[in-house]
């Protein structure tokens, strides 16, 4: 097989010994001697294509071919200034061309200076009207300069100039991105990509818009996709190691994490470093891997003390019921950042694992004056309300008052339904079986154990069975299990109860309080039912 690379080399060199063969023959040739530098400029000899392009500029001062090829061999050099000094030399003798203010904004703009850059483009566009790259760049300065509606603008003109310019629909998804529209953007990412198979920018802008929009699916299959032509790219890898992540992919998210941490641009970067290591613990976790989730969680901390690494370590050691380990991680991490809100969360659920009630609930309170909009307070003091105070009325308040930040919270959802059905009032039960059936086809353990209640309370005995044995068969927790199979005899036990059928709600308390759980919330309420109604 031809290596690419080995015949562009072959081509310069012969384009080199070509043109210098030609040079003896015509000596004091400025077109020849440009030929030279040209040459050596495709090849990447700068120092060489400079003494061309000089000595044919020393012949004939005015050479337009070696003025622009030294210009742009500045450009390349990122020595912006010199590139400028000869392109308004050049726009001094040839003012009407327009290739000369084009290179000018392009200059301009690669040196910051965002507003003689659209000074220059503006100023090309009244004399050249058609100019479809012009508007392209003009809308990627006003995007620069926050000016979204004009960059939309100018980036149509754009188009409707040059139906196939990948990169003006690239900068016009990047415009709806920015306005939250993702539907456009999606849009535009995937005309540009239609043009431009292997567009990298458009294809990693595209899965960040799938991202958004939590088509985590989809962002895997177009990064899978690639991933052999751009396994060098660490972005890509990122965005797989996420997209694993989210689609459960653990091993995968794992496989790309440990390539990213190896590549030059995370080994100097301590913060980058820090990040992926929270990552790769966060995949073993829910591999169930804790031995390898506190390494990398440590690890990540001993770089950079990151407060999301230190809540995520928290709630891994309070998930293994670890919590003097986690109080001693919260003790520190309040310390370090003593306004984070976050770790308010954090103090208010460890109270509840010490079930210390009351200093749970007011961390929670706390937590939700420092940012309202935080979802995890609202379930958590919710859960405290209904279950521990049996405060119905609040409890439904609490949910409620979340939901006005977090209207598609599922949790608050739920929560809000559970709390009206246990009020045992029709109106509220209706109310909960039209806030349940927006997700009769999510599964998960929650929505399914309360759909299970629900059902109970319509008398459908063997559908809520149903339910609740589904809720407790699609988690690997087994805490979380035990919980859901003893709130299901509880709640039974409570039906045939009401039903008065003493004999039938007796055994299936007797069969809950068998069963074990960390919290023994559900324990305490049977055997306060058993105390007062036996």
Not at 416 to 442: M, Q
């Amino acid at each position: 097989m031809k290596n690419p690379a080995a015949e562009t080399a072959g081509c310069n060199s012969y384009k080199i010994n070509y043109s210098l063969k030609r040079l003896n023959r015509f000596k004091e040739n400025p077109n020849v001697i440009n030929n030279v530098g040209l040459a050596f400029l495709n090849r990447g000899n700068y120092e060489k294509a400079q003494k061309y392009f000089n000595k044919a500029i020393a012949l004939q001062p005015l050479f337009y071919p070696s003025l622009a090829n030294l210009a742009k061999l500045y450009y390349y050099q990122k020595q912006y200034d010199e590139a400028l000094k000869i392109y308004k030399e050049i726009k001094e003798y040839f003012p009407e061309d327009i290739k000369v203010l084009q290179n000018i904004s392009h200059a301009l703009l690669r040196k910051g200076d965002i507003d003689k850059a659209l000074e220059t483009l503006l100023d090309l566009v009244r004399k050249d009207n058609k100019n479809a790259s012009a508007y392209n760049n003009i809308g990627v300065i006003y995007i620069l300069k926050g000016n979204i509606d004009r960059a939309i603008n100018s980036l149509r003109k754009s188009l409707m100039l040059n139906a196939n310019f990948a990169n003006a629909y690239n900068n016009l998804g990047a415009c709806y991105s920015l306005k939250k529209d993702h539907k456009r953007a999606i849009t535009s990412y995937l005309s540009a990509i239609a043009l431009n198979r292997n567009f990298i920018y458009a294809i990693k802008n595209l899965a960040r818009s799938y991202q958004e929009i939590e088509e985590h699916e989809k962002v895997f299959e177009l990064i899978n996709k690639y991933i052999n032509q751009y396994n060098s790219e660490s972005d890509f890898l990122d965005i797989l190691a996420y997209s694993s992540y989210k689609t459960k992919k653990y091993h995968q998210a794992i496989k790309s994490l440990k390539k990213l941490i190896d590549m030059p641009a995370t080994s100097n970067n301590i913060v980058g470093k820090a990040r992926i290591y929270n990552n790769m613990a966060a995949s073993y976790r829910q591999l169930g891997e804790m031995h390898e989730t506190f390494h990398y969680y440590l690890e990540s901390i001993s770089l950079h003390k990151y407060p999301l690494t230190y809540n995520n370590f928290f709630n891994a050691l309070l998930k293994e019921n670890k919590l003097l380990e986690a109080k001693t991680i919260i003790s520190e991490t309040r310390q370090l950042f003593p306004d984070n809100c976050d770790l308010l969360v954090s103090e208010g659920k460890l109270f509840h694992a010490f079930k210390d009630y009351d200093n749970a609930s007011m961390s929670l309170r706390k937590a939700m004056q420092c940012n309202s909009t935080l979802a995890t307070p609202y379930i958590l003091l919710n859960h405290i309300t209904t279950e521990i105070n049996k405060d119905l009325p609040e409890a439904i308040r609490i949910a409620q008052e979340g939901l006005k930040y977090n209207p598609r919270d599922i949790a608050l959802i739920n929560n809000l339904a559970y709390a009206l059905l246990l009020t045992d009032d029709k109106n509220n039960i209706h109310e909960a079986h039209k806030l349940l059936d927006r997700f009769d086809s999510i599964e998960d353990v929650y929505l399914l154990a309360t759909r299970g209640l629900l059902f109970l309370k319509e008398n459908n005995v063997h559908e809520a069975e149903r339910l609740y044995n589904r809720a407790g068969s699609i988690t690997k927790d087994k805490e979380l299990q035990h919980r859901v199979k003893q709130k299901k005899l509880l709640e039974l036990g409570k039906y045939f109860l009401n039903k008065k059928e003493e004999r039938k709600a007796y055994n299936y308390f007797q069969k809950a309080l068998k069963i074990k759980t960390r919290d023994e919330i559900f324990s305490d309420q049977i055997k306060e039912l058993l105390d007062t109604k036996f």
